[in-house]
């Protein structure tokens, strides 16, 4: 079992940049596969990145690649979405996720096992 806790969301400028963290309990953070995923009001929840056990896979949504970066630290437990060049459009609560199944990166929402309680981004225009 593992428990989540994301910090970093906010309100920030179209163009500005904001670091959201997600924080891991437990001594077995390095056995899941971590993904961030958005949920914007009125929307299904939809998965924007995901990393591997190890750090060395990632998978991006289309609609953030070259802009967000996934990354993590399994010596602090926790995994990292640095997110750039942000647009109105990305405004959602953002949640991280950790999947036990055993793959490079996971994309499905109903495959991750464990929730944190997410964070809010809003971008202004």
């Known amino acids: 079992q593992v428990q989540l806790v994301e910090s970093g969301g906010g309100l920030v400028q179209a163009g500005g940049s904001l670091r959201l963290s997600c924080a891991a309990s437990?001594?077995?953070?390095?056995?899941?596969?971590m993904g961030w995923f958005s949920q914007a009001p009125g929307k299904d929840r939809e998965i924007v990145a995901a990393?591997?056990?190890?750090?060395?896979?990632?998978y991006y949504a289309d609609s953030v690649k070259g802009r967000f970066t996934i990354s993590r630290d399994n010596a602090k437990n926790t995994v990292y979405l640095q997110m750039n060049s942000l647009k109105p459009e990305d405004t959602a609560v953002y949640y991280c996720?950790?999947?036990?199944?055993?793959?490079?990166?996971?994309?499905?929402?109903?495959?991750?096992?464990?929730w944190g309680q997410g964070t809010q981004v809003t971008v202004s225009s």
């Open positions: 437990g001594r077995t953070f390095s056995s899941y596969v």
């Open positions: 996720a950790a999947s036990t199944l055993f793959r490079s990166t996971v994309v499905a929402a109903r495959l991750y096992d464990y």
């Open positions: 990393i591997s056990r190890s750090g060395g896979n990632t």
